[in-house]
Each structure stands twice: as C-alpha cells, then as structure tokens.
C-alpha cells in the first residue's frame, strides 16, 4: 500500500469491475474523521447494513483520488482488507468535514444511496452536515456515537419513542439483528404516573417496531417506569454491546427534548450507539 492513489481493495469474492448497486439500496461510508476507531466502527457497521440488503458498500474519503469501492457482496475477508486500506488512506488524507459529499460534489451521494453511516461526537459542524445530507439525498442517516467497539453484537437495546425516526431506528436494529442474529429489546420509557392512554400509545410504539424487526424468537418488548428517559436508556445500556435510537424530530421544542436525550444517551452509555434518521 505505497503507491498514494490505490484503490480500495476488492469488497467481492468474486472479483472484477464495481458492481453498481439499484437505485436506493447502496450503503455510503464517507470517512470524515481521522480516528481509527471511529473509521472501523463506521465500515464495520455499513458492511453489517450491506451484508444483509446483499447491497453494494461504498466508502468514500473526501480529498483522496481514487476512494470508490462496490461490490454485492461484503465478506469478513473483505470487510478487513477496506478497514486496512481506510485507516492508511485517511492517515494520508486530511479529514474534511464534508467537501464533495453533497450531490454534484463528484462522489456520487445521491438518490440511489439507501444508507450513509456518519460518525458521530462532531460537534455542530458534523451534525449540520447530517441535517444537509439527509435533506439532499433523501434517505437515511446512521451515525455512530457512543462508545467505540462495533463488532457483531449478540445482543442490542433498541430504544423508541414513536415519530417520524422510530420506524428507521427499528428498520436499523432489524438489519444489524438479522446480520450479527443478535437479541433486541424493545425498549420504550414512561413516566410512573403515566394515564392508560399513554399507556397504550407506548405499547403500540414498542409493539410496531418488534413487527418491523419480525424476529418474535429473538425480540422483547419492554416498557419501563422511569422519570429520566435518557437516564433510563443510558442505565440499561450497560448490559448492551449495541443500543440503537431515533434521531431528533422535528420542531424546536421537540428537538430541545428529543435530542437532549439522543446526545445525553451517546455520550454516556456504556455500549456502541447508533442514532437512526429518515431520510426527506
């Protein structure tokens, strides 16, 4: 790996030209922080979400030539010949915080992407950049917060609170279950004195997103009492290797709740988090 504008090795067992993927099932990596583990949660995680959709993975580093890779297949073999190849690229490449993404910005980040997998702990800059992405390209979002260690969970929390991203986040620990056959708990948190109506909207929430996931022999729904939902969620993870949760929704007083509690959660859990966005 001397020779600065190699490509990303082979994603295929078999070999070849990149296999372009059909619209709206390709998975994009794009390598915007210079961490290593940061850059092998972020593959790790995309190649679990291909694996499953038998999707094409891509990864992109913004700034080096030659950083597209295709392929239908995603095997462990290959997964750790591009974890190899990313880490020395992007030792070699500056991180940008988002230069070229964008639609027309030359890497191909359009409507035919299903999935980009953003890294997290960014600051403002990445989580605008989030915003912007999932705007323009229409599909979904999976940053990966928390703490860093993604490697085929046997077990995941997947923490809902109904709108417009519970379906995604459900949809993401689906995908990730599927791949790793790994057990999810359904997790929704209400207050102690919560009224039977909120009762049973929560009950639904949680009862939706195990039909999303349809893996009844591996799936627990699980409503729990609790006056802090962040510290709820955050004091469970600790029995987790991965804990899954809906982005912020819309509005700016549901945002101020909502993603109080998202960034409480992947600052301080004790496992991997994965924050799930719908694409507009």
């Known amino acids: 790996m001397t020779d600065g504008s190699r490509s990303p090795p082979e994603m295929g067992a078999s070999g070849g030209s990149p296999t372009a993927g059909a619209p709206g099932t390709e998975v994009v990596v794009p390598l915007l922080a210079a961490e290593e583990p940061v850059l092998v949660d972020q593959i790790r995680v995309g190649a679990a979400l291909a694996r499953e959709r038998d999707a094409p993975l891509r990864v992109v580093a913004p700034g080096a030539p030659g950083v597209g890779a295709r392929r239908r297949e995603v095997t ?14 992007r030792a070699r490449t500056p991180a940008r915080a988002g230069g070229g993404l964008l639609p027309g910005g030359g890497f191909g980040v359009d409507g035919g992407v299903d999935t980009l997998v953003l890294p997290g702990d960014g600051g403002g800059l990445r989580r605008r950049l989030l915003d912007r992405l999932a705007l323009r390209t229409g599909c979904d979002v999976v940053t990966v917060n928390g703490r860093h260690g993604f490697d085929r969970p046997p077990s995941m929390l997947l923490a809902v609170a109904g709108g417009p991203h519970s379906a995604v986040a459900a949809e993401t620990a689906r995908r990730i279950a599927a791949d790793c056959d790994a057990w999810v708990d359904v997790l929704h948190v209400l207050p102690p004195d919560a009224p039977s109506g909120r009762r049973e909207r929560a009950r639904a929430v949680v009862e939706a997103a195990c039909r999303r996931i ?15 939902v962040a510290d709820a969620i955050v004091e469970q993870s600790r029995y987790y290797e ?9 509005g700016r007083l549901r945002q101020l709740v909502f993603g109080s509690t998202e960034r409480s959660v992947a600052a301080n859990a004790r496992s991997v988090v994965l924050s799930a966005r719908a694409g507009e």
């Open 214 to 228: 349809d893996r009844p022999a591996t799936t627990s729904p699980w409503l729990l009492e609790a006056g802090d």
């Open 76 to 89: 462990s073999g290959a997964e750790a010949s591009l974890l190899e190849w990313a880490v020395e690229r």
């Open 242 to 250: 991965l804990t899954v949760v809906g982005a912020p929704t819309k």
